[in-house]
């Protein structure tokens, strides 16, 4: 599973140590040190990863982050020094793929990395559509639309409702729908599901406050249906 890896970290020491370990993963590794450099390198040779810093010069990464999710599907993992629930779940809303918190464990970031980029190469694999009712999730082409009106999600969004609606009317724990996002994180907490249903709401139902497809199940977690209910 060799891929070209752009690391963007400003810490010289930290972004070495990345380097080598991604490297003896077989992995090409660019480095660069600022925001600016990041964006340039993302736009110039497409990564199959970008290992993205937090606090950078130039550009700081959720910027940086920003601006990759507006042009390119690239999975973003994020490394912040940051570890408040707030911080993180804005990374996540602007595309970010997943985090890991700093100080972390190098191997605990190579799982990661090799989490995402199956995760990556099983989009490209053709599948087939799903429908629940008027609602419509490809995932070959990443696209959902509602009753014939596309609906712009981001990757996290993306995952939970393919997830869902692979197996309509299962009900997923948060913890599932936790897991198939982002992983294992102590640092990301259950909430984060309900954040993301949150937004999904917002975008797939008629009255985001009396949900007909996202439903609720309490004490347990969420099931999508067709709607008609």
């Not at 970031?109 to 599948?127: G, K």
């Not at 197996?167 to 640092?187: C, I, K, M, N, S």
């Not at 599901?193 to 497809?213: A, Q, S």
């Amino acid at each position: 599973m060799c891929a070209y890896v752009l690391v963007a970290e400003d810490d010289v020491k930290q972004a070495e140590l990345v380097r080598r370990y991604l490297e003896r993963e077989g992995h090409s590794v660019l480095v660069v040190h600022d925001g600016r450099a990041a964006i340039d390198e993302a736009r110039g040779r497409e990564p199959d990863l970008v290992v993205l810093d937090v606090m950078m010069p130039k550009a700081d990464g959720l910027d940086v982050c920003r601006v990759i999710r507006a042009e390119s599907d690239v999975p973003v993992l994020m490394l912040t020094a940051r570890t408040t629930e707030d911080d993180l779940l804005l990374g996540l809303d602007l595309g970010a793929d997943d985090y890991v918190t700093k100080p972390y464990s190098p191997r605990e970031l190579m799982a990661r990395v090799r989490t995402l980029l199956r995760r990556a190469r099983r989009s490209r694999e053709p599948e087939e559509t799903l429908k629940v009712g008027d609602l419509l999730v490809d995932p070959a082409r990443h696209l959902v639309s509602v009753a014939g009106s596309l609906v712009d999600c981001t990757p996290a969004e993306f995952r939970i409702l393919e997830t869902l609606a692979a197996q309509p009317e299962r009900v997923f724990t948060r913890a599932q729908l936790l897991e198939e996002v982002h992983g294992f994180d102590r640092f990301i907490t259950r909430r984060t599901v309900d954040v993301h249903v949150l937004n999904l709401r917002k975008k797939i139902e008629p009255d985001p406050r009396r949900p007909t497809r996202i439903l609720t199940v309490y004490g347990v977690g969420y099931k999508l249906t067709d709607g008609s209910g």
